[in-house]
């Protein structure tokens, strides 16, 4: 009973910045951790970048000095900024959350995913 909508996916040259947003709706209770991960064509899907909502946050090695993950813990949002972006980093991003939820006053656990959004880099 949570959803995620992710936004702000699109074609961008290499060496250039995009920026990412999921926000996460629904019979939300809490949020422990967000997260993005990324799939290309032919490969698994794998962790770009997770954040806790104490704020602690993990990269993928690919991505260390070059993107950069936040959240929004009132809003119940993650972003993501990109930036350096290279050709390899061509994949559908999705926004992941873990939490509590509490629908019909029964707290359950849920770990939901968003539909994806496309990150082309390329010239």
């Known amino acids: 009973q949570v959803q995620l909508v992710e936004s702000g996916g699109g074609l961008v040259q290499p060496g250039g910045p995009l920026g990412l947003s999921c926000a996460a709706s629904?019979?939300?209770?809490?949020?422990?951790?967000m997260g993005w991960y990324r799939q290309a064509p032919g490969k698994q899907r794998e962790l770009v970048a997770a954040?806790?909502?104490?704020?602690?946050?993990n990269y993928a090695d690919s991505v260390k000095g070059r993107f950069t993950i936040s959240r929004d813990n009132a809003k119940n949002t993650v972003y993501l900024q990109m930036n350096s972006l290279k050709p390899e980093d061509t994949a559908v991003y999705y926004c992941?959350?873990?939490?509590?939820?509490?629908?019909?006053?029964?707290?359950?656990?849920?770990?939901?995913w968003g539909q994806g959004t496309q990150v082309t880099v390329s010239s």
């Open positions: 992941n959350a873990k939490g509590y939820s509490d629908y019909e006053r029964r707290l359950t656990g849920f770990d939901s």
């Open positions: 954040i806790t909502s104490g704020g602690n946050t």
């Open positions: 629904g019979s939300i209770f809490s949020i422990h951790a």
